[in-house]
């Protein structure tokens, strides 16, 4: 079965409609980008601390912010809302900038002691189990065990320990456990075990998941980098259209994925959505699908052009338009689906990326059509006018006729 088989739809009717959407769509994430002073660069570019935070309950952000404020430590802190279950539940992010690499270290054991000592118990007297690794917790328990008359050789209490942290760590818990009755089915923990563990340890109500740590320099470097690989990527690609076509077709193409690119990174802006290393993946994939895109649209109005000589070129690349109409639709689609589940599910890691691809798709499939196609038109008409504008030489016969009439007019006089 051929989805939209023999369609004869006039795209290029549309076009002016299509191009006013992109000149607005362009021009408010200039704007946008303009009056926030560039994009909103996450950890990996401007550098800083970022700690993954996860709780037993819905977390406190007022209560995290003003606990942080109060160590003079400026934060963002975002509630994770990338779905009710799973390891994204009830979990924030807390970010800070920082100005040197000296205090990256600094400013991730104020937010560590912070959340302990706002969120905690007495850690002085207790081990906390939410957040102690296997091996702290193996040397927390070595000695109270064997006086509790709980015999276990090292080997043995090693692995109690990484069962007990693994059981911790995996879903549906991912971090915090609410009670300790839970642990009651892990292997190797008897009621004698569970016994010294309420004794020795405390849980408290978050985990720490993960901190990340980038220096500005490297954030910096990394902005370079990301820019220069955006920047290869069209000139790349414009080198192998030129030669592979015409430069017009290369020109319409790489005009296209700029024009994709900026309302991407505009719809960032709008959004106040973070710009970091998973989106600039997000970019370069979206410059190779729209470039592929594309492709397919030229490739097919230059097997047409051998076809039919004959037939207006508006005409010809609307017919080519609808000939590979069921093949953007499926490949399109399906994709769009995909990266729209991502967006919907993928939680907040991948909620940047997943944004990326799901407008690139959009706007790559549609500048294929109304931004990339009518390029060839407007430079057609451009070369024409230019053609009549250019004076004309004289035919051969004219020529001869004005010649004989000035010779006879010679002998006459």
Same mark, same amino acid.
């Given at each position: 079965?051929?989805?939209?088989?023999? $369609?004869?739809?006039?795209?290029?009717?549309?076009?002016?409609?299509?191009?006013?959407?992109?000149?607005?769509?362009?021009?408010?994430?200039?704007?946008?980008?303009?009056?926030?002073?560039?994009?909103?660069?996450?950890?990996?570019?401007?550098?800083?601390?970022?700690?993954?935070?996860?709780?037993?309950?819905?977390?406190?952000?007022?209560?995290?912010?003003?606990?942080?404020?109060?160590?003079?430590?400026?934060?963002?802190?975002?509630?994770?809302?990338?779905?009710?279950?799973?390891?994204?539940?009830? &979990?924030?992010?807390?970010?800070?900038?920082?100005?040197?690499?000296?205090?990256?270290?600094?400013?991730?054991?104020?937010?560590?002691?912070?959340?302990? =000592?706002?969120?905690?118990?007495?850690?002085?007297?207790?081990?906390?189990?939410?957040?102690?690794?296997?091996?702290?917790?193996?040397?927390?328990?070595?000695?109270?065990?064997?006086?509790? #008359?709980?015999?276990?050789?090292?080997?043995?209490?090693?692995?109690?320990?990484?069962?007990?942290? =693994?059981?911790?760590?995996?879903?549906?818990?991912?971090?915090?456990?609410?009670?300790?009755?839970?642990?009651?089915?892990?292997?190797?923990? &008897?009621?004698?075990?569970?016994?010294?563990?309420?004794?020795?340890?405390?849980?408290?109500?978050?985990?720490?998941?993960?901190?990340?740590?980038?220096?500005?320099?490297?954030?910096?470097?990394?902005?370079?980098?990301?820019?220069?690989?955006?920047?290869?990527?069209?000139?790349?690609?414009?080198?192998?259209?030129?030669?592979?076509?015409?430069?017009?077709?290369?020109?319409?193409?790489?005009?296209?994925?700029?024009?994709?690119?900026?309302? $991407?990174?505009?719809?960032?802006?709008?959004?106040?959505?973070?710009?970091?290393?998973?989106?600039?993946?997000?970019?370069?994939?979206?410059?190779?699908?729209?470039?592929?895109?594309?492709?397919?649209?030229?490739?097919?109005?230059?097997?047409?052009?051998?076809?039919?000589?004959?037939?207006?070129?508006?005409?010809?690349?609307?017919?080519?338009?609808?000939?590979?109409?069921?093949?953007?639709?499926?490949?399109? #689609?399906?994709?769009?689906?995909?990266?729209?589940?991502?967006?919907?599910?993928?939680?907040?890691?991948?909620?940047?990326?997943?944004?990326?691809?799901?407008?690139?798709?959009?706007?790559? &499939?549609?500048?294929?059509?109304?931004?990339?196609?009518?390029?060839?038109?407007?430079?057609?008409?451009?070369?024409?006018?230019?053609?009549?504008?250019?004076?004309?030489?004289?035919?051969? =016969?004219?020529?001869?006729?004005?010649?004989?009439?000035?010779? #006879?007019?010679?002998?006459?006089?």
């Amino acid at each position: 079965m051929q989805l939209f088989k023999n $369609t004869n739809f006039d795209f290029l009717g549309w076009k002016w409609p299509f191009i006013g959407l992109s000149l607005l769509l362009s021009a408010s994430g200039l704007v946008s980008l303009w009056v926030k002073g560039g994009p909103r660069y996450g950890i990996d570019f401007r550098g800083g601390a970022l700690m993954y935070v996860r709780f037993v309950g819905k977390p406190p952000v007022d209560k995290i912010r003003s606990s942080l404020n109060r160590q003079h430590l400026q934060v963002d802190v975002t509630e994770v809302t990338g779905g009710s279950v799973g390891s994204d539940a009830n &979990t924030v992010i807390i970010g800070t900038d920082v100005r040197s690499d000296q205090e990256l270290n600094r400013a991730r054991q104020i937010m560590q002691q912070t959340l302990e =000592s706002t969120f905690g118990a007495d850690t002085s007297s207790r081990l906390d189990l939410s957040n102690a690794g296997a091996g702290a917790l193996a040397d927390r328990l070595r000695d109270p065990l064997q006086t509790a #008359g709980v015999s276990i050789s090292e080997p043995d209490l090693q692995s109690l320990a990484s069962a007990i942290t =693994s059981f911790r760590d995996t879903p549906p818990h991912s971090g915090v456990i609410a009670d300790y009755n839970a642990l009651a089915g892990v292997p190797g923990v &008897t009621p004698k075990v569970l016994a010294v563990l309420q004794q020795q340890t405390f849980l408290a109500p978050f985990n720490i998941r993960s901190t990340e740590i980038v220096g500005p320099k490297i954030g910096a470097d990394l902005q370079h980098q990301a820019f220069m690989a955006v920047m290869y990527a069209l000139a790349g690609m414009l080198v192998y259209i030129a030669f592979r076509f015409e430069w017009i077709y290369g020109v319409a193409a790489v005009v296209a994925v700029f024009h994709d690119t900026i309302i $991407t990174l505009g719809l960032f802006s709008l959004f106040n959505k973070e710009i970091s290393l998973t989106v600039v993946a997000a970019l370069l994939t979206l410059v190779g699908y729209s470039m592929n895109d594309t492709i397919v649209v030229f490739d097919r109005i230059r097997e047409n052009l051998k076809l039919m000589r004959r037939e207006p070129l508006e005409s010809l690349i609307n017919r080519s338009v609808n000939q590979t109409l069921s093949r953007t639709v499926l490949t399109s #689609g399906l994709t769009l689906l995909t990266a729209l589940s991502l967006y919907l599910f993928g939680g907040e890691v991948l909620n940047g990326f997943a944004f990326g691809l799901v407008v690139g798709i959009i706007v790559g &499939t549609y500048s294929s059509i109304f931004v990339a196609s009518p390029i060839l038109i407007f430079w057609q008409s451009f070369m024409e006018s230019r053609k009549r504008r250019k004076p004309q030489p004289a035919p051969a =016969s004219a020529r001869l006729q004005r010649e004989s009439v000035g010779r #006879g007019t010679a002998k006459v006089k």
